[in-house]
């Protein structure tokens, strides 16, 4: 695969049952993404909360993104884990007796961009059902929550 800037060449990688369709300019920018000053590396995180009140009215899921650094992959999941028990709290812990769970840690993956140039592509994630999509995503006009 090429285009007016030079040679790319397209990797092909399936983590958790999604599949990542990743291109790199070359290996040298490949290798600048590894270059923070602790040897981390960036991976990108994905969890869904589940936001509900002691009432059972109003149930509802937020999705956080995370940029975790971390060494190695292991090390990664920990600290995806961590902090996204973070934002747990559990019923009647605030005044309008609401809670927040953790529902899924959906995915973590290495970023496929060097993160330090200005702009970077995070994470790609394919699917293959655009209308079910839609019916979530209000960008996209399905139902507000709101």
Known sequence: MSDSTGAHR?????????????????????????QHPTRDRPYF???????????????????DCYLIWAGDPAEAQSKFER???EQEYPLG???DQSYVKLAHLVDLAPVSEAVHTG??????RHFSNIAAYRTFETLL???SIL
């Not at 983590?15 to 490949?30: A, E, K, N, P, Q």
């Not at 969890?47 to 002691?54: C, D, P, Q, S, T």
């Open 141 to 143: 006009g399905g139902d």
């Open 119 to 124: 702009t970077a592509d995070l994470y790609s």
């Open 93 to 95: 812990a605030s005044d």
């Open 45 to 63: 995180g994905i969890a869904i909360f589940e936001l509900g009140k002691n009432d059972g009215v109003g149930c509802f899921y937020r999705e």
């Open 83 to 85: 902090k996204a028990g």
């Open 10 to 34: 397209q990797v092909f990688a399936k983590s958790r049952g999604i599949h990542r369709y990743l291109l790199r300019s070359d290996v040298t920018t490949f290798n600048r993404m590894t």
